[in-house]
């Protein structure tokens, strides 16, 4: 008996040799950010919504951002999902383009003249927040953020 399972334990070690040790590594853990946009003023548009790792490209840069989304606006306050995030520490912008240009339109100053938001909902009066003012620990399976956008 004690032979049988040496030719047994053999076989096994040679079948699993050629595998690549990375097939079994573990994945990074994953979860769904669930993103409800409310304060909208119409539903006429577009949101524009982006998520960002770094500090890089934060907030009006879409480009940097690791997902980004653009949510035609039906009747409801949107909903956006974002599936298969790492988890980590994050921070979400979001602007309503109202007359579908993709871009965020200002006035003279500079001030925004489409609505506005971020994750934490800063209350800054001397522009965006930063990243580090915006971010959050996302750690759950699925996690809901709530944005109330600024006009």
Known sequence: MPMTRYWILLAV??????LPVGSFASQPATGTLIVTIMGLRNYQGAINIAVFAT???????PSAAVD???????DTDPVIEFNGLAFGEYAVSVFHDENTNQQ????????????????????????????????FSFTLK??????????
């Open 68 to 74: 980004k989304r653009i949510v035609k606006l039906a």
């Open 55 to 61: 500090a890089e490209g934060f907030p009006d840069q």
């Open 13 to 18: 070690l040679l079948l699993f040799s050629h």
């Open 142 to 151: 699925k996690q809901a953020l709530t944005i109330k956008l600024i006009y």
């Open 104 to 135: 965020l339109d200002k006035n003279w100053l500079g001030i925004p003249k489409e609505g506005v938001g971020f994750s934490h909902n800063p209350k800054s009066l001397s522009g965006p927040p930063s990243f580090e003012e915006a971010k």
